[in-house]
């Protein structure tokens, strides 16, 4: 086992974009493992939009990740040491160990390390469609949503972790999915790999005029539902073409993470149509988790809840990769391999 | 009895501002009461800023005021003449008899007539506290907004007829009320004669800043629910303070009746503080009426429950009263008198 651990630290916030200069790699040598301690090497890095957030200091649902420190997120690996009855090395687990190799688990943070069982479901699936992306997809359509057999689910950034499953899962439940998504290649794999209705290419419709005649295609009966993950122009769109008594996820608003707020330009739909739209955290509901992991979990051991990775490797690559998934750049769940 | 029905049409639709050229006075002969029909009297017509939604052909949740016919609206008056064994000569009824001086009353309309006793409540209490604007207020509090004791409620045109009632159930339910209105005498009013907590002039907040720091100043333990009247850059200052978990029940966009769309400016505040944000019409949830109504007219026959009506004289002052309403010149319920 390696004496040194690496590791990724915010040093500076964006001022608008975020750029490579906001992180810096350093290297720190491995810390003893004390009492009621676990140590665990991470396999996995979840990159996800989220992080960008937490970067700033503008309030949020999170106090913001402080300078100076590693760079907060969550991690799949095995314990290497333990000095904890409830762990041993070799167990498989996921937690928030952050941007490095090693996190030394210990007191508060021990209830968010969870072992878990990859005989089924591998390693890395518990940072996508069976960990959080997936469970909050799972909360936003069963919980927020509620849609019926037969209505319409819109979801943005539907060849992403969230997006893919949200699709997913309202087909299984009888709903016409509709996904958007930027590029021809995601909207193929979004169509004919995962199984939508049907797919918008936003970058194909550059005015709103296009993306209206482009859902009003895709989902002629309207929209009944619709997880928002990107905000926007997209969102401004599917808003107008939503049915009496639609209901709305706000899960996130990607498009105003770089500091510029992003208007919902005709609010008055959400009175014209009685919409019910409301954000939320997944973490905020534990209550959800095991339900959701379960129904998760059977599907992928199953194979009836499909999924991409898009892996780089070695931890120096997170910051380009974490940069690139806010660019749209990645196909499916971002991760960094560290093994 | 008159032999003539004064009533007013909509001849032209808006290009922007409502104006006097869209409405035209006309006498007509008073139609014979057939058999089942009721002939009613208006002795004052409900002036409603919904009106304004359905002068313009836009889409919305209910059809288009048709050019040429009588304008609609709440009425409250007595029966003159009945071929219908369930009303009689002399009963006081209310129901959506338009601006004009009598309705007959027929077939599919009949279930809109309803007997009311003025006995304890006056006559045009109906078409204020304890008609629609009651009932919406009822509704948007009780069924959306679900508000806790010690909680803070917003409510904008706040001395309007909605937004008085919010104000004041509110207070009834233990919570703290802050009304924000148009100038010194509404919020003056607000205060000392409707017992609010705090009133914001907005007119004496010229920018967002002014306005957020007398936000801040009237809910100092932020907002947990906003009853949203206006919409536009009140709204987006309300947003700005809300609560995690707090409830928006969007029942008008007054700002954006003139066809200018007003946007949410920063809505990833929905997100970061997990807001509910539903639209809604109360009209479309009758199984509430008895019980809001009872609650109101109870309060109103009371004294507890405190109302002011402007009243316009006649009906040809109907326009420019209603044109009036929406630059916000009544205080409190506007009315036409007709008797």
Chains 1, 2 share one sequence.
């Not at 169509?191 to 550059?206: N, Q, R, S, T, W």
């Not at 992928?300 to 749209?328: D, H």
Request: aromatic share 6%; charged share 20%; proline share 6%.
């Amino acid at each position: 086992m390696s004496t040194v651990n690496h590791r990724i630290l915010l040093v500076s916030r964006p001022q608008a974009e975020a750029t490579l200069d906001n992180f810096r790699l350093e290297a720190a040598p491995l810390p003893d493992v004390g009492p009621g301690e676990v140590l665990v090497r991470h396999h996995y890095l979840s990159l996800d939009p989220y992080m960008r957030g937490r970067m700033s200091e503008a309030k949020s649902y999170a106090a913001p990740q402080a300078l100076g420190a590693t760079m907060l997120g969550g991690t799949a690996g095995e314990v290497v040491a333990s000095r904890n009855p409830a762990f041993a090395v070799g167990d498989t687990v996921v937690g928030n160990g952050g941007w490095q190799e090693y996190a030394l688990v210990a007191g508060a943070a021990l209830p968010g390390l969870q072992k878990i069982d990859t005989r089924n479901v591998p390693l890395s699936a518990y940072l996508g469609p069976v960990g959080m992306p997936g469970i909050t997809a799972w909360f936003g359509l069963s919980k927020i949503l509620e849609p019926k057999p037969g209505e319409t689910v819109v979801v943005s950034a539907a060849s992403g972790a969230v997006g893919s499953v949200v699709g997913q899962l309202a087909r299984l439940r009888g709903c016409r999915a509709v996904g958007v998504a930027g590029g021809k290649e995601k909207c193929d794999y979004v169509v004919h790999e995962l199984g939508f209705d049907a797919c918008i290419d936003y970058k194909a419709a550059p005015d709103a005029a296009a993306l209206d005649e482009r859902l009003a295609a895709a989902a002629p009966k309207g929209i009944d539902a619709c997880f928002e993950n990107v905000g926007g122009r997209i969102f401004d769109a599917v808003l107008g073409r939503m049915n009496a008594f639609g209901r709305v996820a706000l899960c996130g608003m990607i498009a105003g993470y770089d500091g510029e707020p992003v208007p919902i330009r005709n609010p008055s739909v959400i009175l014209r149509s009685r919409l019910k739209v409301q954000g939320f955290i997944v973490f905020e509901s534990p209550s959800s988790v095991p339900w959701a992991m379960a129904e998760l979990g059977a599907l992928v051991a199953s194979g009836r809840l499909r999924y991409r990775e898009s892996i780089a490797q070695g931890l120096a690559a997170a910051p380009a990769a974490f940069l690139g998934l806010l660019k749209g750049r990645n196909l499916g769940k971002q991760l960094v391999k560290l093994t």
